[in-house]
């Protein structure tokens, strides 16, 4: 086994590494082999502690049992800053740039051996120098919290080569960019582990990006290690059985003919994007029952501003929104009475209260209604706990217990115990944004199936996505939103999805 | 020397020296405060701080025969305040605002306790410089006496937004403030860094208070404050986190502060006293009209238990 290259990549081993929370064991004696300048992936369902095990690698928790091998000596990872002078870097699920700090800053204060007066002028020259070597760009003199998601994943990569790191842990890295971005990003990463420059660890859910990037893959499942290998020597359906512990069942979806009759319109709609410098303005769209009515965009053209609009999280300058005629304002008791559902993106921020309980939280439509339709004033904690049991069975959600938070649950499970609870009872609406984030494979196929499914029951469905083959394979109709604005609008039959890409990237 | 006649003058001119004057204590605890909020916490008990400061300054400078003996001591009795916010603050499910208030009430007994035989010694004031020799007016005199810490306290204002931008101390307090994760990711400790910036805002409160009871009014009485800790909180927030906006908000608030005596001193005694109340009501209108409702805080730290 390498254990360096000449330009500077490096090696690293865990072994037997058993890692418990309590008397849960997220990870139980999982051993994997990283040789310097490889491109490795890592595979599993959701909850199936690929998060853990690399925030072990990464110091972040202390593993319960193991050892770490860096550069094929022992290490031991008390603290991140000892992996940071190892040389291991990670880009985690969530970002960790600071909001508020420009870029520049953001480089500077995270280096190890930042001065105590920072001399601006020669900071920026030396920043410009080290930018132009970089293979993609971004702008440093902005605060963060203004960039792009697929910027903010560009600058926590050129994050950990300013740093020096040359072993790069990334969790999900492609789960918030289109697929050519992804394509852009992965491809100069790959460059630089195929230079020697650095080791990658990549955990991801699409199989298109093992097959098109990694050399070598691990494949975990409910914390142990059951498979992997040369890329080049295992299929797809090899690596997928060894995820599910099964073969993929490949769901046929039919869709039904619906009755279509309008429900939701906007109408004239302007409000102020998140930056308050960019108008969004909406100005009609209709969604029927029995539809999926897809929304397509690039990360940042608005979407997400029309879901708050919609969730009523943002205020509307002008314009309004009729439910069946009815004027809505998102209010509990409206979005109640027309039964209209919500699923909006990172839910646990915007659709969760993280420190309460998984069964807490998936009862948060129904704790307080009655028997009549009438509101509840005493919680019945049976039916809450019956509702739990039922949803978290139903959604397959992994959790220790319905009474853990919500916020120990690992990303795509959140995911799912939300839309579990969007999802029961008489919908008449759904309004959803990026379902599928961050979801296995399995996971993204059976939450694809239940939305069709309710489609077929008459549900009306906004999908606001920004994964173009999702909006392709799901929606009866599609509209582009780019720069805040509606562009383009075409029903399944006549889309075609270059010219779609057209319209998102604005040349039209 | 007379008093000249110099009619409606006499206002403006009242107004900048009250604002110089009066504007001393807010300059320090805002930028104390912003300090310690920057990191990511709130620290209620200022006006404690101040109280106590006051005291232990002015206990000091009677003892030793040197007002800034006196200052001194009151920095360190207000970081130590600080310390001991900070300190209880670390523990898990302790919020920083509870403590801040139960720090509070417990700054103001322990300096009322302290303070007993204090009421009557005249302790030597902190000196000003006469920026007014030029004038032979006694007025324009009088207002340009400025006093040494309100210099200090602009230079701070300063130097800590230059702090904020240019030194690594202070771009590691931005970091801890606005996300915890990040700073951990970065091998920071958030708790030892909110702990040194409470203790320094505390420290400063301190000589907050120092200069009441050293300079203006002069003197410790139990009434020494006038609810300054508290109001200089909201000027943080008024500020936006910025040290420089603080230095404006606090010179603002002392001018208007010093509207009603200057009324007063050119005759108008009508309703005077309801001048006194413009201050807080500039404070809420101004609150008001600089807020949005689409916006948040701007520039308001992400960790702040205030704008979570
Ligand atoms: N801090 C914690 N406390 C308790 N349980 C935890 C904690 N962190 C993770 N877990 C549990 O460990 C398991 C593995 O979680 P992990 O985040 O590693 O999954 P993952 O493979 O990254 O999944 P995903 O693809 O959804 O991100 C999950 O069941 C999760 O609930
Ligand atoms: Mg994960």
Redesign the pocket.
Known sequence: MIHTCENGAISVQTLHTTMR??A?T??DDVSIDIPAGTFHALL??????????V?CMMGF?NATSGELLVKGREARMTDPKVAQKLGLGMVY?HFTLVPSLTGAENLVISRADTPGLIDWRRETRALDAFMTKMPFHVPLDQPVSRLAAGEKQKLEIIKQLYLGNRFLIL??PTSVLTPAEADEVLGHVRALTQAGEITVLM?T?KFREVSAFADDVSI?RR?KYVGGGSVADMSIEDMSRAMMGEAPVISTRSRRDTVKQPLLTMNGIKARDRTGLKPIEIDDVTLHSGEILGIAGISGNGQMELMEILTGQRRMEQGDIRVNGAQYGATRAEARAHAIRYLPEEPLRNACAPRMSVAENIAFRMFDAGKDGKTAFWNDSGAIARNAATLIKAFNV???SPA?RIA??????VQRAVLGRELTGDVKALIVSNPCF???FAAVSSIRDRLVEARNQGTAILLISEDLDEIMELSDRILVMSEGRIAYETPIATANVEQIGQYMAGHH | MEPVEIGLWGVPLAILGGAIRVSTPFIFVSLGECLTERSGRINLGLEGTLVFGAISGYAVAYETGNPFLGVLAAALAGACFGLLHGWICKFKGVNDIAVGIAMMLFGMGLAFFFGKPYIQPQAPDLPAIPFGWWSDTPQVQAALQVNILFILGAILAVAMAWMFKSTRVGLTVRVVGDSTDAARAMGINPNSVRLLSTAAGGALAGIGGAYLSLYYPGSWTEGVSSGQGLMAIALVIFARWNPINCFWAALLFGGTGALGPALQSVGISEGYYLFFAAPYVLTLILLIMTSSPDRAMQGAPLELSLTK
Request: charged letters at 20%.
């Open positions: 929370f309590g849960f997220a990870l599993g369902e959701n909850g199936a502690g690929k998060s853990t095990l925030k928790y699920q969790d999900e955990i859910h975990l914390g992994k959790t220790s853990a120990s649950l690992s990303g795509g499970n961050g979801l296995d």
